[in-house]
């Protein structure tokens, strides 16, 4: 578990792809982020996906992508992501989408009362 910096914490990167992989295959309205940290970089190396994210979501990826972006907004916008050594990166559309529109994102799900 990684912490946010408010007492709440979030998933690593390994368990999120565990627990979370299942929702994004089977679930078109699903949505996944995700982020990990290195030893040269403890803020964290900031990798996200944004599945065509809809109020149909469930409750805990709903829940799990608003405090993603709500804590990590100033990474987002300070740093693009950086992939270790022989990683390929994830399709670049959707980190532009993310990067890009980290507030849009925050803003549409505060909106839909979630």
Do not use: C
């Not at 804590?71 to 890009?100: C, H, K, M, W």
């Amino acid at each position: 578990m990684a912490e946010t910096g408010i007492g709440e914490q979030l998933p690593t990167h390994r368990s999120f792809d565990e627990q979370f992989h299942p929702i994004v295959h089977n679930r078109p309205e699903g949505s996944f982020a995700s982020y990990r940290t290195t030893p040269e970089n403890p803020l964290g190396n900031t990798v996200v996906y944004a599945f065509g994210w809809t109020a149909k979501a469930n409750e805990h990826t709903k829940h799990f992508f608003k405090a993603f972006f709500d804590r990590r907004r100033d990474v987002l916008s300070a740093q693009p992501p950086t992939y270790p050594p022989g990683e390929t990166p994830p399709d670049s559309i959707y980190n532009a989408f993310a990067l890009r529109n980290a507030d849009a994102t925050v803003q549409a799900i505060e909106e839909a009362g979630l």
